[in-house]
């Protein structure tokens, strides 16, 4: 029997083990190999972080996907890949006939380099963890202290504002600063990038533009002026990378390092081999986000199926552009497609929450509150 592997419960894959649940799975024996069988939705983690959502409210569990399926699941990381084999972190090896890569990124530069003070802003667990211990310190002593979110990209911007929320109310609220070398969010209209900055300066945020990070020392950041800017916690938003390892396989990759995928999402260096989400570097470039993950899914759980009894596979239709609905901590967000924009309003932030509760209810969720292995 077909062997399919599917490496990384994230976006892509999760909808695709619910696709096969709903609809109907290949005749294929169907291995899923991750960390754990858990995800958090993206679209709800900003307002998580701002209070509004319970962490057990993102979370999506495949483990009831997996025993429906009959399918394996093999908690670990995989480490490399042979073009046949893969080796996994305890240094098992598996082997696959299809094998698919829904991996996400690794974090950025400043995260890698400086593991023991930079706080990334994904796996949510390194998020979360390294939030709550940053917390602990402030619960501790009345000392004044200071939090930099580096990025100012969706995501910083996004997750300052919602720890702008998250610490509004605290007598003890730590300073906030932005570093947006290139300001709010280069490239989108100006009335976006307009509203945001308004956002961010009523939220208290000191947003420092036309200086990056080069380094950090013990006390904060050292800017590319030669300035330093004191931090007692720092969080990375910028330069999410391709997983290192992938260099070390045969796959062909694009010059950023990711996956190099036909519009099938198919390798185009093995034809067994598949990826989606943020992983794969499609012909013509694509933004980086949950929602061209989850529009993938259809795409993929047919062609997986498709190569697994060799039939002709279909194209991923990747829109140029996909609403972006942004919350400004507050319950309330505005809303990007392309050049197009609304304005902040509580509506848009329902709206929000209406899909992204949508698209959790349609998974299984933790019985308990509040998973914390990840
Ligand atoms: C703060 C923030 C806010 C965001 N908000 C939004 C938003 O509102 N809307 C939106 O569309 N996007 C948003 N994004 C982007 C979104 O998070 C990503 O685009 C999305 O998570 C990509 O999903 P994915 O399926 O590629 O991978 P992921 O969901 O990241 O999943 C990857 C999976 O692979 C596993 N894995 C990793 N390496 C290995 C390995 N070597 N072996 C086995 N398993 C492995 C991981 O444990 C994980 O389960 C946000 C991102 C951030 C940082």
């Known amino acids: 029997m077909t062997h399919i592997v599917l490496i990384g419960a994230g976006h892509t894959h999760v909808g695709v083990l619910r696709a096969y649940a709903a609809n109907g799975a290949p005749d294929a024996r169907i291995t899923l190999v991750s960390p754990h069988p858990r995800l958090y939705y993206s679209g709800m983690l900003p307002a998580h972080v701002a209070g509004h959502y319970s962490r057990a409210e993102l979370a999506i569990e495949a483990g009831g996907l997996l025993a429906q399926l009959g399918a ?9 890949f042979d073009g046949t084999t893969l080796t996994l972190a305890d240094g098992q090896r598996l082997a696959g006939d299809i094998v698919s890569f829904d991996i996400g990124t690794a974090p950025g530069a400043l995260a890698k380099d400086h593991p023991e003070r930079v706080i990334p802003v994904k796996p949510v667990e390194a998020l979360l963890a390294g939030l709550a211990r940053f ?5 501790q002593d009345d000392q004044a202290r200071r939090l930099a979110v580096v990025g100012g990209g969706a995501g910083g911007v996004e997750l300052m504002l919602s720890l702008a929320y998250r610490y509004g109310g605290r007598s003890d609220r730590p300073a906030l600063d932005l570093v947006a070398r290139s300001g709010v969010m280069a490239g989108v209209p100006e009335r976006v990038r307009r509203a945001l900055s308004h956002a961010l300066d009523r939220a208290g945020v000191n947003v420092i533009t036309g200086r990056g ?15 330093h800017q004191p931090a007692d916690c720092v969080i990375a938003a910028t330069g999410a990378r391709a997983p290192a390892w992938l260099a070390d396989t045969p796959l062909a990759l694009h010059d950023d390092g990711f996956i190099a995928c036909d519009w099938h999402l198919r390798s185009r260096s093995h034809r067994h081999v598949f990826a989606a989400g943020d992983v794969i570097a499609l012909p013509e470039p694509r933004p980086k986000s949950g929602v061209y993950a989850v529009r993938q899914i259809s795409v ?5 199926a498709r190569a697994a009894s060799a039939r002709a596979l279909v194209d991923f239709k990747a829109p140029r552009t996909a609403l972006a609905l942004i919350s400004l901590g507050e319950r309330r967000a505005l809303a990007l497609r392309g050049r197009l924009s609304l304005p902040p309003s509580r509506l848009l932030w329902q709206i929000k929450d209406r899909i992204d509760r949508r698209f959790v209810a349609r998974h299984d969720r933790p019985a308990g509150d509040a998973p914390e292995t990840g």
């Open 135 to 139: 917390e602990h310190g402030l619960d």
């Open 72 to 80: 394996t699941f093999i908690s670990t990381h995989v480490t490399g």
């Open 300 to 304: 993929l759980a047919d062609n997986l």
């Open 213 to 227: 990070v080069v380094d950090l020392d013990d006390t904060g950041l050292i800017l590319d002026d030669d300035t």
